[in-house]
């Protein structure tokens, strides 16, 4: 969250000067700007920085050319349907354009090193650096959008394979957001003590769910965003691949509370899964899939008690949520992670409207 604290201290900095440079080291995070092995000040990263320390302790960046031979290995290929950074999506419909993401396994599974970078390389050309990119800000959300809600798909890229429990996640305080293993507090490698993974798990790409915006309930209760992507669980899929990028259809969530911030998990399925069709909306998820969202609702809600945690709650009476109440926190958490960069709005690509 190194990246997110940072831009929060950027809504409190009034100087243009430092909120360009700001920003500019955002881009350079994503691959955007000529910027490498970029690392905060821990002062930059505090709470509340003011103009003063902002100016005295900005960053602190070393400035390198992309390097070749890597040791990369290729693990994997995939050309998911209607995929690319070039598309038109007004609400009338979308013209969509394919194109292949790869994922690259840097080191070795199962140690803190290891890392899998996303790459869109062009047809025939090889893996390197120059083809590295962010899978939270350079693909897109949307893979088709329409005034009909039961035709939009989105991307969802693969952080967690089905059945395994090694934690791992996108990692926005590195370069290019490598999905890595997340660490306990002691510094060890950090699986889930309550059981492997009952489906995929990853996210939405270029959503931000905004720890100053409150998401209110049924009750009137308000809860602040946790400050990350949007989680999404992919009901009744094969195993993939950590990095993997899927065309999905969203058709329900819960709000899942963790330590009473607000943690949207996202019920998608595969454009490709032979029931996709039946699956348009959170009530045909029980009639295909029995007892699927009861299963899911239980998993996240105790998962934790095994590492000694609290027991995670939900709002919304922990009902799971429709199609159409899903899709309006994914346009809403979209239209957070726009505000991070609104002074580049014409890099940031289509907008996705309600």
């Not at 005295?56 to 390198?64: D, I, L």
């Not at 994922?103 to 025939?124: K, N, Q």
């Not at 308000?222 to 009901?235: F, L, M, R, T």
């Not at 969202?293 to 996240?300: C, D, Q």
Request: proline letters at 6%; charged letters at 25%.
């Amino acid at each position: 969250r190194i990246f997110f604290q940072c831009a929060l201290a950027v809504s409190r900095c009034t100087a243009s000067k430092q909120y360009q440079e700001m920003a500019n080291l955002g881009l350079a995070m994503r691959g955007m700007l000529p910027l490498h092995a970029c690392r905060l000040t821990s002062s930059a990263v505090a709470g509340g920085v003011g103009r003063a320390s902002m100016q005295r302790s900005f960053v602190a960046c070393t400035v390198g050319a992309r390097g070749e031979g890597t040791g990369m290995k290729p693990a994997h290929s995939f050309a998911p349907q209607r995929q690319s950074s070039l598309r038109m999506l007004s609400l009338g419909g979308a013209r969509c354009f394919s194109t292949t993401y790869m994922a690259e396994e840097v080191g070795t599974p199962g140690t803190e090193s290891f890392r899998v970078y996303i790459h869109e390389p062009e047809p025939g050309s090889p893996l390197s650096t120059k083809t590295r990119l962010s899978p939270w800000f350079d693909i897109p959300l949307s893979v088709e959008t329409s005034a009909d809600s039961s035709k939009r798909t989105f991307n969802f890229v693969v952080e967690i394979p089905k059945g395994t429990n090694a934690k791992m996640e996108s990692a926005l305080d590195e370069e290019f957001h490598p999905i890595k293993q997340d660490l306990n507090k002691d510094g060890s490698l950090r699986y889930l003590k309550h059981g492997p993974k009952l489906y995929n798990y990853g996210f939405l790409p270029q959503t931000w769910e905004d720890p100053r915006q409150l998401v209110e309930d049924e009750d009137g209760e308000v809860y602040p965003g946790d400050g990350d992507p949007i989680d999404a669980i992919e009901i009744g899929g094969a195993t993939e691949p950590m990095g993997r990028v899927k065309t999905v259809k969203a058709i329900g969530s819960l709000a899942l509370l963790d330590s009473s911030e607000m943690d949207w998990k996202v019920l998608v399925v595969d454009v490709n899964h032979p029931l996709a069709p039946q699956l348009n909306d959170v009530d045909d998820i029980d009639e295909h899939f029995p007892g699927a969202i009861k299963e899911i609702r239980t998993w996240y809600q105790v998962y934790k008690l095994a590492e000694g945690k609290d027991r995670n709650s939900y709002a919304f009476g922990g009902r799971a949520l429709n199609r159409d109440r899903t899709h309006e926190a994914i346009v809403e958490c979209h239209k957070y992670w726009r505000g991070l960069f609104s002074n580049f709005e014409q890099q940031l690509g289509p907008k996705l409207e309600a």
